[in-house]
């Protein structure tokens, strides 16, 4: 009786210390040999619960994961964020401990496009203290009969990426015109697929739209990107819509703004925001009418959800059976190796092993190897791009060192 042979992930552990699909545990459970769902776990509680569960892969949402974490994850060697963003986690400890971190762009994007036009038009007609009122029984139509209409007018996206796509596809057909700006620029053959023309500077799209909404990551070169000066610059009555990160604008200059009545606001983030989901909060910005405001739910339907937990699936599965890291955001991808040897060889223990250890003799760094195999498994193609160039006699000797190698070729 033979011996099926043995599925390197069925020890893996994967632990996932946010809410997650049901579906997407189960399907989980059908890929590692243990999954953890514990969605109860804070940011302090995640040290002791890495090293508690051994766990290789960590999947999480909102929740912080510090150096501390990582440090305590012997194990760990994945991390997933279930959502788009990366700034909850420690990049620089992973990166320095050789953990893969990863996370799924754009499932949410069709979220929180909706979300950001549902803020648009709600805020332009009013509705919640339309309903407030209504709820409190008054009928008061003369009042909220006053909506602008968001057709004919200017709608400039800060950011053009699948988020703001989205919102440019779903405005368009409300009869907006839309304008972008992207500091590295936007290319014209995307600009023309969605319709939208682009601004030389974020300055001539404050000065010139009617609602400017935010769709950019936050982090140094994005904080307080929209601050007094900028608020400054915007039309009177403007919209300021933003539903990316808190920090990006700056709420104490926005309090201000609106206040004067320079400006309405939309908001679906803040600058001190509580990480817990249900407690006692304030913000300065609540206090005018003038403002319109959800607790941080744009990404937050069940659509998005099932597409999050569907591509966390599909990460781990490339890991764990292909040892492909899907959209990987520490690792170098624009590096251009300028050598690659390819390697013949017949699919035998050791063989690969002798062709670094000799690679490693003359100091050759390797960079990158793939290594396929044939059908009938009887060869196999390792192509290894290298640092340098290897010497003449280091070929001759790969190619003499094993009769299981076939063939040796440089190419650069």
């Known amino acids: 009786m033979t011996t099926p042979p043995r599925n390197p992930s069925s020890s893996m552990v994967v632990l996932i210390a946010d809410k997650f699909s049901h579906r997407g545990v189960e399907a989980l459970r059908g890929l590692v040999g243990e999954v953890l769902y514990q969605p109860g776990l804070k940011a302090g509680d995640l040290p002791a619960a890495i090293a508690e569960t051994k766990a290789n892969i960590l999947v999480v949402r909102s929740t912080?994961?510090?150096?501390?974490?990582?440090?305590?994850?012997?194990?760990?060697?994945?991390?997933?964020?279930?959502?788009?963003?990366?700034?909850?986690?420690?990049?620089?400890?992973?990166?320095?401990?050789?953990?893969?971190v990863a996370n799924c762009p754009g499932k949410n994007a069709i979220a929180v496009a909706e979300l950001t036009m549902g803020l648009m038009l709600a805020l332009d007609r009013r509705i919640v203290d339309a309903t407030t009122e209504l709820r409190q029984g008054t009928w008061n139509k003369k009042k909220y009969g006053t909506g602008r209409g968001l057709k004919g007018q200017r709608l400039g996206l800060v950011g053009f990426g699948m988020i703001?796509?989205?919102?440019?596809?779903?405005?368009?057909?409300?009869?907006?015109?839309?304008?972008?700006?992207?500091?590295?620029?936007?290319?014209?053959?995307?600009?023309?697929?969605?319709?939208?023309?682009?601004?030389?500077?974020?300055?001539?799209?404050?000065?010139?739209s009617d609602v400017v909404s935010?769709?950019?990551?936050?982090?140094?070169?994005?904080?307080?990107?929209?601050?007094?000066?900028?608020?400054?610059l915007m039309r009177s009555r403007a919209i300021l819509i933003?539903?990316?990160?808190?920090?990006?604008?700056?709420?104490?200059?926005?309090?201000?703004?609106?206040?004067?009545?320079?400006?309405?606001?939309?908001?679906?983030?803040?600058?001190?925001?509580?990480?817990?989901?249900?407690?006692?909060?304030?913000?300065?910005?609540?206090?005018?009418?003038?403002?319109?405001?959800?607790?941080?739910?744009?990404?937050?339907?069940?659509q998005?959800?099932?597409?999050?937990?569907?591509?966390?699936?599909?990460?781990?599965?490339?890991?764990?059976?292909?040892?492909?890291?899907?959209?990987a955001v520490n690792v170098i991808t624009d590096r251009e190796a300028p050598y690659t040897l390819v390697v013949r060889h017949l699919d035998r223990v050791g063989v690969l092993a002798s062709v670094l250890g000799t690679l490693r003799?003359?100091?050759?760094?390797?960079?990158?190897?793939?290594?396929?195999?044939?059908?009938?498994?009887?060869?196999?193609?390792?192509?290894?791009?290298?640092?340098?160039?290897?010497?003449?006699?280091?070929?001759?000797?790969?190619?003499?060192?094993?009769e299981a190698i076939l063939a040796v070729e440089l190419r650069g």
């Open 164 to 208: 703001a796509r989205e919102v440019a596809t779903r405005a368009t057909a409300f009869g907006m015109e839309v304008q972008v700006y992207k500091p590295s620029g936007v290319d014209h053959e995307l600009a023309e697929r969605y319709g939208v023309s682009a601004t030389p500077d974020l300055e001539t799209l404050l000065r010139t």
């Open 361 to 402: 003799e003359e100091e050759v760094n390797v960079q990158d190897m793939h290594n396929v195999i044939f059908t009938r498994g009887e060869a196999a193609c390792a192509t290894i791009t290298l640092e340098s160039r290897p010497s003449p006699t280091l070929l001759e000797r790969l190619r003499g060192a094993d």
């Open 214 to 232: 935010l769709h950019v990551p936050y982090s140094s070169a994005t904080h307080h990107l929209i601050g007094e000066p900028e608020l400054a």
């Open 64 to 100: 912080k994961v510090t150096r501390d974490t990582l440090l305590a994850g012997e194990r760990l060697s994945l991390i997933i964020r279930a959502g788009a963003g990366v700034n909850t986690i420690d990049l620089a400890s992973a990166s320095d401990r050789g953990v893969f």
């Open 304 to 327: 998005a959800a099932e597409a999050i937990a569907a591509e966390v699936v599909r990460i781990v599965r490339g890991y764990t059976l292909e040892g492909v890291v899907h959209n």
């Open 242 to 302: 933003n539903t990316s990160r808190g920090g990006v604008v700056d709420d104490a200059a926005l309090v201000e703004a609106v206040k004067e009545g320079r400006v309405r606001a939309a908001l679906d983030v803040f600058e001190d925001e509580p990480a817990a989901k249900h407690t006692p909060y304030e913000s300065p910005l609540m206090a005018h009418a003038a403002v319109y405001a959800t607790p941080h739910i744009g990404a937050s339907t069940a």
